[in-house]
């Protein structure tokens, strides 16, 4: 169980420590909200992790209470697909725990462009 401070912030959670600064990382967008980043091991041309500052385990830990979060990163994931000039379409996805592949506890879109993707996914 992590142990979360007051801040929202989980002391053994890998991208809580990217927000702090601790683990180095590549940023495309912030705000007082989210952060976006470089994916370390891209799966296409463009990879990028978009992730709420405040640390949430997984998508199967929110409720209607995140919905406004929750669509802020919808958003923020269409607009920084806009400034990457995807143009010719992308993917967002939110692996989902131990079968849907998540390997991060921190809940994350991955927005994937740059080529075609396929259907269904592995
Ligand atoms: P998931 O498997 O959906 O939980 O996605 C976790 C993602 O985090 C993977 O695509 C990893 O490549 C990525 N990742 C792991 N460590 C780092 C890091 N230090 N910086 C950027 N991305 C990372
Ligand atoms: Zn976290």
């Known amino acids: 169980m992590n142990r979360t401070s007051y801040t ?13 600064g601790e683990i180095p990382s590549q940023p495309v967008y ?7 980043f470089a994916d370390i091991q891209p799966q296409a041309p463009t990879h ?19 919905a406004s979060l929750l669509g802020h990163l919808m958003t923020k994931a269409a607009e920084i697909a ?11 996805v ?11 506890e921190h809940l994350h879109l991955h927005l994937l462009g740059g080529r075609a993707m396929h259907w269904p996914p592995g």
């Open 8 to 20: 929202g912030v989980a002391m053994n959670c890998l991208f809580c420590r990217i927000l702090q």
């Open 94 to 104: 939110v692996n989902t725990g131990e079968n849907g592949g998540q390997t991060v």
């Open 48 to 66: 990028l992790l978009l992730i709420p500052r405040r640390h949430i385990r997984s998508l199967a830990e929110t409720s209607a209470e995140d």
């Open 82 to 92: 806009r400034q990457q000039n995807l143009s010719g379409g992308y993917r967002v």
């Open 30 to 36: 912030s705000d007082d909200l989210c952060y976006g």
